[in-house]
């Protein structure tokens, strides 16, 4: 029984939605730069509001960026602001997503 749930697992390894939401990190910035989508934070700013640290917002950050989620959008003396990416239909899709689950959950909270 446990080949089961050692095969089962392995098989969402490495899958696109393991890859972009499989680290509560990673899901915790994406859910930042959604709703922040209109401004441009600070790595200081988008760490604070995802309660994780600033080395853990880097890690993640860059493949944030090479799937055209996250763009790079100005400097700031030391410090590069960063935005979802508008253009990305990654990042349009998330944002619908964001809005549909707030939805959901809503009405789950009207039924209780």
Do not use: C
Not at 53 to 69: C, K, M, N, P, V
């Amino acid at each position: 029984m446990a080949a089961e749930t050692t095969d089962s697992e392995a098989f969402a390894d490495g899958t696109p939605l393991v890859e972009l939401f499989g680290k509560p990190a990673r899901a915790k910035l994406l859910s930042v730069f959604v709703d922040e989508r209109e401004n441009d934070l600070s790595i200081s700013e988008v760490s604070r509001q995802a309660g994780i640290a600033r080395s853990t917002t880097y890690d993640h950050l860059e493949f944030l960026i090479d799937l055209g989620i996250v763009k790079e959008t100005r400097e700031t003396g030391p410090s590069t602001r960063y935005q979802l990416n508008g253009d990305s239909p990654i990042a349009e899709r998330l944002y619908e997503l964001d809005g549909l689950v707030l939805r959901q959950l809503l009405e789950l909270d009207d039924n209780v």
